[in-house]
């Protein structure tokens, strides 16, 4: 039996990852009305039920149209214009799939940073998801393209402030797998050498004595980052400062 | 005529002000439904109308039940437990104030702060809104103290990472005022001399050429935040960091 669901709330999921040079996006396809009709991608994203808080409607949804499970997920933003829902396809598209006349949709939007490995991909290829490439969005339903760049925002902001960008990168990493993720994110070119000589100040980067393996360059040596130790200087930062 | 209200969705107005001592938050009272209950206070909040995006509900909101308008406002968090409106007292408020049976409300929080003024607090008189004491919350409706302290958090961890505390403050303010302002937020205690030698530091604090004025103790030097120079600052220090 189908839970009843809310007309008025949706949420919607901006999963990003990092394919080792591109920032990508998770989408799904959205079910073609007509055979003629252009394929369209949207963010994984549905009604909310009315038995479920919104966190779990997500997780839900995730879990349901991806694949992806126990993924940390938070609030990014609710998008509320009266009219986002005006289209006459993507009104027609929410009747066939939810049996109800859009009027109005307020979506509350999730966002969640997850390494693109080989479980992850194993699950995504299962829930027919698809990696897109965040630069060249093409096609994305609704105003999900809105979405995302609310998502990449949230992002670039976090990334000078806080260690988030580890989240996207494998355990072990080089340093130019860090520098490709700054440069893909901010959309700038950073300059190798200041690169290297600033990341490798920081306490809370560990040199692991092992190197890249099957690569057809000149190895390099891996990287990890010390949640702990990084913990630990913030404390002491802290203490010191008081904005 | 009464806009059309969406009977699912609602917004909820944190705004707090500092008094000079203690941290202070913006309240209505509730209509009481009979004359022997006790008086209760919520956050300024409504039903959305189906004609305005959530930022436009709240501002009309904020200004309907409190006089305040222009007032800088942010989404703070959604809360959308499906049994938050389950009390009987709070559904019968709900049903007498919009003529909807409740079944599940999720509230969009706003989150703002404002320097409690001469022309602030002529507004919030006339509109009848309240500022209560942060640290003493009784008689609060709904999962209204939940939400006050959502947006506790984000001005705490806010206040520790920009300069968001002079919002909080009149435009001249003594190093003592901000003292305490950091004092009553953050419920600490600190010492006296390393506050102002820390706080002295920071190049975007002008020293005035003026003094306190009326006050029974030796008057203060009054200083002022310089936020064209707290932003050069910021520019040269994202030069040098990665986060």
């Not at 998801?129 to 105003?143: G, N, P, R, T, Y």
């Not at 010390?226 to 630990?232: G, K, P, V």
Request: aromatic share 10%.
């Amino acid at each position: 039996m189908r839970t009843a669901i809310n007309p008025s709330i949706s949420v919607d999921i901006v999963v990003f990852g990092f394919d080792g040079t591109r920032l990508k996006v998770l989408l799904v396809e959205r079910q073609k009305l007509n055979s003629s009709a252009t394929k369209e991608y949207k963010l994984p994203g549905s009604m909310i039920a009315e038995n479920e808080d919104l966190d779990t409607s997500a997780h839900h949804t995730l879990q349901n149209l991806t694949g992806l499970n126990n993924i940390y997920l938070e609030q990014l933003h609710v998008f509320s214009d009266p009219n986002r829902i005006s289209n006459e396809d993507d009104k027609k598209w929410i009747e066939f799939t939810y049996g109800i006349t859009a009027t109005r949709i307020v979506t509350v939007s999730y966002f969640s940073l997850v390494k693109i490995n080989l479980s992850v991909l194993k699950a995504t290829m299962q829930g027919k998801a698809s990696w897109c490439d965040v630069q060249e969005l093409k096609h994305v339903s609704f105003d999900h393209k809105e979405i995302i760049l609310k998502g990449l925002d949230r992002l670039k902001s976090r990334m000078q402030s806080t260690p988030i960008a580890f989240e996207l990168l494998p355990k072990k990493f080089t340093i130019k797998q860090l520098q490709n993720l700054y440069e893909a994110i901010l959309g700038v070119d950073i300059d190798n050498r200041n690169f290297r000589k600033k990341i490798l100040k920081y306490p809370f980067l560990i040199q692991l004595d092992e190197k890249e393996a099957k690569v057809n360059h000149k190895p390099a040596l891996l990287y990890q980052f010390d949640a702990h130790s990084y913990r630990q200087e913030q404390k002491k930062l802290k203490k010191l400062k008081i904005f």
